[in-house]
Each structure stands twice: as structure tokens, then as C-alpha cells.
């Protein structure tokens, strides 16, 4: 563009040259001095782009020397085009594998299979961890007591072998290894967590105690004989107390309604059922004996939760364990208690959500 300048006004200079030449004599001295002033002119504006084409051409063939030497086009190198970046999806164990958050409220939970059972987005410490905004440890293993065998001892940490709730204490307090816990999930998480940055335990037994046949006091002369269901649970707040703490909180939850089936058919309820050591609704009595004399926070997930013989249908699958709308109901109640609970009441409903 700036070459074809330059050679219209040489063109033009010589136009006016051969002019002033024809010209001669006969070209009055005004039109003389007045070609000359213009070509003086046209001079002037000649050498200004000669010398503007040769910084254009110094800059031109340092482009190219670049490009030479990166292997980029000019294009290349002045546009970026803009990266898409894709949203990052959330494991359905993200909950019990993020590293700990210290501005977050630090949640581990000792449990059965309602907790252990569902660990995707409608599982329940999934739930809480989103009401709370909080890292919920969902330590939870699915078919374990709160309470130890008879012929267990709970200080006899050779050869352990007991998930119970005893048995997590003793690895929360380092005296038991995590490889008792096999391949359940909870090992993981155990390994992970930091104990002595939580700031809330969760306690969630019961059902599997009952149905098991334990009795809900071993020795009432030794309340915190954890050979009994509430003897365990009395022997893990103790435990969890000595270890972090006073002001440490504990949430203690009783086992839910539940109905049991035969051959397909309804039988009979918690409500009735003895299976040895009482009704299922007498080993809700006793989380609630405890929580109380222990002042702890307390969610009564038998009677006040929601979930009975009129409900029982929508809330549990299969007439024990909860179903996704009975998981909800149960994550608003402990989060509820979490946020709103006094040590040593009762709490279970959700009524703040």
C-alpha cells in the first residue's frame, strides 16, 4: 500500500517536470513559481513515505524472522482463542474423600446401613453436608451393632477383629488398625480423617442390635459394660469425651420405626415385636435414656421423626431401611438438631426445613 504511494507521486513529479520543461520560455513567472513550489512540496511528502516504508519494511522482516523461529503465524501469536473449561463432576463419595476445610464444620458419623446404605447424592450424609455446609466423614458400616459380643472385651486390642461402634472408637483412639474394616467403604474414609479437627460425632444404632438379639443393659451395675446397646453407646461418649474433649458435640439417633414382613406379608411392627430384650421401640427408649443422662443432642428417629405405621409406606422400602423420601426426612431432622438442638432434649423432627 505505502510502495504504490510513493509511485503516484513520482509519477506526478515527473508529469509536472515535463511540464515546466514544455512550458519554456512561454510560462509566465507566476505558473513557473508555482509548479516549483509543488514540486517541492510533492519532494518532501516523497521522502516522509520513503522513509515511513523503511521502518514498515525493518518491522516486516523482524515479523518474519519470529515467525521463522517459533514456527507461528503473526495471527498466531497476537489471538488466543478463549478455552472452554468443563464443569467438574462431583464423585457420589466426594463427601467422605475432600480433604478437610477448617472454615467447615467437621461431621463423623458411626453408623449402621441407613446411613451406610446410600452414598450418592439422596444419601443422607450427602443431605446433611449440604444443609450443613459441612464435611461429613460417613464412617457408617451396614450390618454392625453399637454393641460388642459376649465374649468380646473392649480392651483386648489384640486381635481385634469387631466394625462395632467399639470397634471404630478403639481406631479413632489409634488402638485398633483400620485392616479389620476390609474393603468397606469406611476404611478409606477412617484413614482420612483428622480426629482431632472434628467437631461433632455422630452415633446411629440401634436397629442391627435389636435384631440381633442384644441386650439393651448387660450389666446394670456397669453402665458403661458395652456388651449392651446402651452400655456401648454410653461407652463411646465417654471414650470420644476423654479423648477430645468435653465441649467436643455428640449427636446420638435412635433406630427407626420399622415393620417386618413374613412370606411377603406384613407381621408385625417395632411397636410389638420382642426380640429377647425388648421392642424396637424400647431400644429407642434407651438412646434417649442415654443422650439425656450424657447431655448430648438427641434425634428421636422412632417416634418423632415421621416416620410410623400411617407413613411407613413412603418412607421405608422394605419396612427397615429408608427410601429416598424417608432419607430426606431423616437428613432434615439431623440437620435441624444440628444447627437448633439443646444437649439432652429430644429433637427428630424437621420442622426449620
Request: aromatic letters at 10%; hydrophobic letters at 35%; glycine letters at 8%.
Amino acid at each position: 500500500m505505502k510502495k504504490n504511494a510513493v509511485t503516484k507521486i513520482l509519477a506526478v513529479m515527473l508529469v509536472l517536470a515535463m511540464m515546466l520543461a514544455g512550458c519554456g520560455q512561454s510560462a509566465d513567472s507566476s505558473e513557473l513559481a508555482d509548479l516549483q513550489a509543488r514540486i517541492a512540496e510533492l519532494e518532501e511528502e516523497n521522502n516522509d513515505l520513503r522513509q515511513r516504508l523503511s521502518q514498515y519494511e525493518t518491522v516486516e522482516t523482524e515479523s518474519q524472522d519470529s515467525t521463522e523461529q517459533t514456527g507461528n503465524t503473526p495471527e498466531e501469536t497476537l489471538i488466543q482463542l478463549p478455552v472452554e473449561t468443563e464443569d467438574v463432576a462431583v464423585s457420589d463419595n466426594n463427601v467422605d474423600e475432600e480433604p478437610q476445610d477448617e472454615d467447615k464444620m467437621q461431621i463423623v458419623v458411626f453408623g449402621d446401613s441407613i446411613w451406610d446404605g446410600s452414598r450418592d447424592d439422596s444419601g443422607i450424609a450427602q443431605q446433611v453436608a449440604n444443609y450443613m455446609n459441612a464435611d461429613v466423614y460417613n464412617c457408617a458400616i451396614g450390618g454392625t451393632t453399637a454393641s460388642l459380643k459376649e465374649y468380646e472385651d473392649p480392651n483386648r486390642f489384640e486381635g481385634w477383629t469387631s466394625c462395632s461402634l467399639i470397634g471404630m472408637i478403639n481406631i479413632m483412639k489409634g488402638e485398633v488398625s483400620t485392616d479389620i474394616l476390609g474393603d468397606y467403604m469406611a476404611r478409606g474414609v477412617m484413614e482420612r480423617v483428622d480426629f482431632s479437627n472434628v467437631d461433632c460425632f455422630i452415633l446411629a444404632y440401634g436397629m442391627n442390635d435389636y435384631l440381633s438379639g442384644a441386650p439393651i443393659s448387660y450389666d446394670d451395675q456397669k453402665p458403661l459394660d458395652p456388651r449392651g446397646y446402651a452400655g456401648a453407646l454410653r461407652f463411646a461418649v465417654d471414650a470420644i469425651r476423654n479423648q477430645y474433649g468435653d465441649d467436643i458435640k455428640i449427636l446420638i439417633v435412635s433406630p427407626n420405626y420399622a415393620q417386618f414382613y413374613k412370606d411377603g406379608r406384613y407381621e408385625t411392627d417395632g411397636n410389638m415385636r420382642n426380640n429377647g430384650y425388648g421392642t424396637l421401640y424400647n431400644y429407642a427408649q434407651a438412646a434417649e435414656s442415654v443422650a439425656t443422662s450424657e447431655n448430648t443432642l438427641y434425634v428421636d428417629a422412632y417416634n418423632t421423626m415421621g416416620i410410623d405405621a400411617y407413613t411407613a409406606e413412603e418412607y421405608l422400602e422394605d419396612g427397615i431401611h429408608l427410601s429416598e423420601e424417608g432419607r430426606a426426612l431423616y437428613a432434615k431432622a439431623i440437620a435441624s438438631c444440628l444447627k437448633y438442638g439443646k444437649p439432652g432434649q429430644v429433637s427428630g423432627n424437621s420442622y426449620y426445613y
